[in-house]
């Protein structure tokens, strides 16, 4: 299964017709935030695939089309700030009603947490650390269904601020949440996808190994290979 990640940034490569010819063979598309909701249909509606997406700390709640509506989801997306799914079931559907087999597929568990750290008081999909815990605390029922279901909490944590000292940096807006090295820690996903933290230099570490999980800065696109047991 073939994984788009995309955050922070339009990115020409993938706003354009070049989308399904250099990207068609993607199953899912997973947003880490801070990215127009016109930028997600677009992408929605060209690879016809599922796609869940979680809010950062530039998104508003609500945004505007050229038409004058208003709008507060990105349609024909799924937002996925504070639950857990299995995307496995959204990507089956889809695979059954164009007449492609999807029987048996594993369950693809996915949680979100949007949002940055707060850095300033009128800030939305900003939280201090005691609140992306509280958050946090909040997807423990669901992640333990999961395991007593499939055996396992969960497969794939999308965030938008990193983890803490992992791909994070000092200053206020930019240092990461501790919690998210918790989750890590008790739920051992196999990823952890996040933006937020641009990438200026050719050297950056936007890739690093944390127990059991694969932490990827995917700023701003990534394609990952996904087998079920381990991933590129
Ligand atoms: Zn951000």
New binding site residues.
């Given amino acids: 299964m073939k994984i788009l990640a995309i955050?922070?940034e339009v990115v020409d490569l993938l706003y354009s017709a070049r989308l399904r010819q250099n990207f068609g063979h993607v199953d899912l598309v997973l947003g880490c935030?801070?990215l127009p909701f016109y930028y997600l249909e677009y992408i929605v509606t060209a690879l016809d695939v599922p796609l869940y997406y979680v809010p950062?700390?530039?998104d508003r709640l609500e945004q505007y089309l050229s038409d004058g509506r208003i709008i507060h989801q990105a349609e024909g997306c799924e937002a996925l700030d504070g639950r857990a799914v299995d995307a496995a079931r959204q990507i089956g559907a889809r695979l059954r009603s164009t007449g492609q087999a999807a029987s048996g597929s594993p369950a693809l568990l996915v949680a979100g947490l949007g949002g940055?750290m707060r850095y300033n008081a009128e800030g939305i999909h900003q939280y201090t650390e005691a609140e992306m815990w509280v958050r946090a605390a909040r997807l423990a029922p669901s992640l333990l269904r999961n395991r007593l279901r499939y055996g396992r909490f969960l497969d794939i944590l999308v965030t938008?601020?990193p983890p803490r000292g992992i791909h994070d940096d000092t200053d206020p807006?930019?240092i990461g949440f501790q919690v998210f090295r918790t989750l890590m820690d008790v739920f051992r996903p196999r990823l952890l996808l996040h933006?937020?933290a641009h990438v200026y230099r050719s050297d950056t570490v936007t890739r690093t190994r944390y127990k059991d999980t694969q932490v990827i800065n995917v700023y701003p696109y990534r394609l990952i290979e996904w087998d079920g047991a381990d991933h590129d």
């Fill in positions: 955050s922070d935030g801070d950062g700390n530039h940055s938008h601020a807006a930019h933006g937020h």
